[in-house]
């Protein structure tokens, strides 16, 4: 699946994070971090059905490339979905032994 439709999305203050995304109808939403260096770090991922997952310290930040890329995109007006798409992707397989696999099965991840 590549048509995600990512969105900005704002969370309650029970729900902290640095920057909020919400996917597919908002079945899916995803939270992420600045983390040392500069980097961008997944905290949370939640899906209707399954709950929300919350991310431990352990989880892998993305690359330098891809965090200053996710930091442009996520300031734009409009998402380039592709490239942000790809950015999620990588950023979600790299931390899959943190997510519930069923759930990212069932919502294409």
């Not at 995109?73 to 790809?86: E, G, H, N, T, V």
Request: glycine letters at 4%; charged letters at 30%.
């Amino acid at each position: 699946m590549d048509d995600y439709n990512f969105f900005r999305a704002s969370m309650p203050d029970s729900r902290p994070a640095d920057y909020y995304l919400g996917c597919l109808n908002g079945s899916v939403f995803i939270d992420f971090n600045d983390h040392k260096d500069n980097l961008i770090c997944l905290k949370r991922i939640s899906f209707d059905g399954y709950g929300c997952c919350t991310l431990d310290d352990e989880a892998n930040p993305m690359n330098e490339t891809d965090s200053q890329a996710f930091k442009e995109l996520y300031k734009a007006q409009d998402f380039d979905q592709k490239q942000l798409s790809l950015i999620v992707k990588r950023t979600i397989n790299n931390n899959r032994e943190h997510i519930w696999n069923e759930a990212l099965t069932e919502y294409g991840f």
